[in-house]
């Protein structure tokens, strides 16, 4: 398998695309800002204690406070709790001397926070969760460092091995981050248009792999980097509401504030005479896309997929395997439940931070969005009052432009019986019709005799 990382920079913040084998699996957006990021560290104020939940509420500068439980307390939070006082304190020049800290007891699994943060106005956190919708970020005082291969967790005298780190440190970029945890040997491109992160990113390169330095290239050429590589209409073509597959098959996704459901559906594709097959083929085809739209769009929490129909056990259990298989490279936590009796396969999946939403259809601007227009009988009305209306205020050689579809409806019929007809009857007084396809199909406009246009 070909990875490659095209990383594309723009004044609202850097894109980052993962491909593999040329397909986008994983698209990441690094705001200019770049607030309250999974793995940055604050110094967060302790707002209030909530027994009831066994939990606090920290101001860590957010809109609204940051949430803190008992559980995600380090079991050392009470030596960071003693760190933090020591360093706000500190105020000599040479810093201060911790060769005789001594580590605190542990707290309980079963503890009261109110036991271990009353009368401690500060605490050092780090961001469990980004904010989504209208939570602010989950905090956690177990603090982790991590590098390319080994995590440094403050107060533990554990020594482990890196295996697939998922935090980040805020001074490291997420470009960094990536490379970090996903950078092997079947890396071969990166790519950039920034020069500023063309070079820091050679020079993290350099230091943890210098063997992979020369993957690194400088983008320059005049087309966008995303639509060179292909990005930008893989971006269109994967964050709608439908998916299509190769197949003829596609998914219809949709996300409700509980969770998501994917139906698979079997389109056009050609069924042959064996059912039972043809639904397998068309659900493993239909598995791999999932997993897929699950780490491109970063779907979290429960998501149900409705598959085809099976009849045979053995299917099912395969599909579930073969799902598990699918999701192997995915670096959030997730779970695979086998298939119900309905034909409904359920998955968890890690939620840290807000779904990536791309809008890949624009409103139509004749409904707005909402697939509906006004009536023509409604729109004739409009169009007659404010006709009235112009006559009545002494505008005389009135020009009317229409759509050419609305100007078929209002010249219908014979001679005398068009809605024109009868408005010249009705008002005395004849207007001009013409028409102009640049219109909106419901849009129309009146002109005075100097053809200027005339503002209702």
Known sequence: MNKELIINSAPQGVEIALLEDKKLVELHTEKSDGRFAVGDLYLGKVKKLIPGLNAAFVDVGFEKDAFLHYTDLSPFAKSLLKFTTMCMNDKSEQGLDFSKFTIEPEIVKTGKINEVLNGKPHVLVQILKEPIAAKGPRLSCELSLPGRFVVLTPFNDIVAVAVSPAKILSEQTKTNSILRDLLNADFNKIVINDKNIYSDTKNYIQKIAPEKADIVSFYNNGSTIFDSYGITKQVKSSFGKTVNLDSGA??????????????????????????????????????????????????????VADF??????????????????????????????????????????????????????????????????????????????????????????????????????????????????KWKKKFGQKTRLEENSNYHLTEYKFFDKHDEEIKL
């Open 250 to 303: 596609y998914l219809i996704i949709e996300h409700t504030e509980a969770l998501h459901v994917i139906d698979v559906n079997s389109g056009y594709k050609s069924v042959s005479n064996n059912q039972e097959q043809n639904a397998m083929e068309t659900n493993l085809e239909a598995a791999e896309e999932i997993a897929r739209q699950l780490r491109l769009r970063d779907l979290g929490g429960i998501i």
């Open 308 to 421: 085809i129909d099976m009849k045979l056990p053995d299917n099912k259990r395969k599909l579930v395997e073969k799902m598990e298989e699918f999701m192997g490279p995915d670096r959030a936590k997730h779970a695979v439940l086998p298939i119900s009796k309905f034909g409904l396969m359920q998955i968890t999946r890690q939620r840290m931070k807000p779904e990536v939403n791309i809008i890949t259809q624009e409103a139509c601007p004749s409904c707005n969005g909402t697939g509906k227009i006004s009536s023509t009988l409604l729109l004739e009305d409009e169009i007659e009052k404010n006709l009235s209306y112009l006559i009545t205020h002494k505008n005389s050689n009135l020009k009317l432009v229409v759509h050419p579809i609305l100007y078929a409806y209002l010249t219908k019929g014979w001679f005398m019986s068009s809605k024109m007809a």
